[in-house]
């Protein structure tokens, strides 16, 4: 199993990016809290990471810290939620806010995120209680959506807003939906890069 990753960051395309160790570029789908602590392209960079074996696929999952990874994997052992909602979930909400929502019983924060309704916010409440109290928190940086954004590259605001919805889409969002968010985004920050795009459109989101 590869669990961390250690090389020169050669693409970043939310949520996917790809890092070049020794040679070998490695393919890593990653959270938003993730992708805004990343530096610029070309630059090195750390991942911990979780592997999933599938029969059609081997999918790597890149966290900046052990405590996001140790959420995500409790996160995929809630019944209902797979990697791709561990994700989207990681992409939509801090750890810290996270852990808040499940302590305080707050289901509202939780269906405000893609894929999630009541049901599972209920469940992912009731669940992660218990799992919560072994939950080790040394780790944790307050990862929000305003933020601890690092360098990003800029580019045509065109290619940036169709980039940003892209990403929004893999997360789990409609397509309406990601395209009304980024325009809206967009209106408050002319010529914003793509990162800042799905940033600002997160937290509107979330926050309802």
């Known amino acids: 199993m590869i669990g961390r990753l250690r090389g020169e960051l050669l693409e970043k395309h939310p949520p996917q990016l790809v890092i070049d160790v020794s040679g070998v570029g490695y393919e890593v789908d990653a959270s ?3 992708f805004y602590q990343l ?19 081997q999918l ?7 405590t996001e990874r ?5 996160l995929i052992k809630i019944n209902g939620v797979g990697p791709k909602l561990a994700l989207t979930i990681l992409s939509g909400i801090s750890v810290n806010e996270f852990v808040q929502s499940v302590q ?16 599972t916010a ?3 409440i009731v669940e992660m209680k218990d799992k919560l109290q072994d939950f080790h928190f040394s780790d944790i940086d307050e990862f929000t959506l305003t ?7 800029s ?10 919805e892209s990403a929004l889409v893999a997360l789990g969002y409609k397509p309406v939906q990601a395209t009304k968010s980024i325009a809206q985004a967009e209106k408050g920050q002319p010529g914003a890069s793509s990162e800042e795009l799905i940033r600002a459109a997160l937290k509107s989101m979330v926050q309802g």
Request: aromatic content about 8%.
């Open 70 to 74: 140790s959420l995500f994997r409790t």
């Open 39 to 57: 530096p610029e392209v070309g630059r090195q960079v750390t991942l911990y990471t979780h592997m999933v074996v599938r029969e059609d696929a």
């Open 60 to 66: 790597l999952y890149g966290f900046y810290d052990r």
């Open 147 to 153: 933020d601890g954004l690092g360098p990003v590259t």
């Open 122 to 124: 209920e469940r992912l």
């Open 104 to 119: 305080h019983q707050d289901t509202a924060a939780l269906v405000r995120l893609p894929g999630v309704g009541k049901k």
């Open 155 to 164: 580019g045509p605001a065109t290619d940036n807003r169709a980039e940003a």
């Open 32 to 34: 938003m809290n993730t």
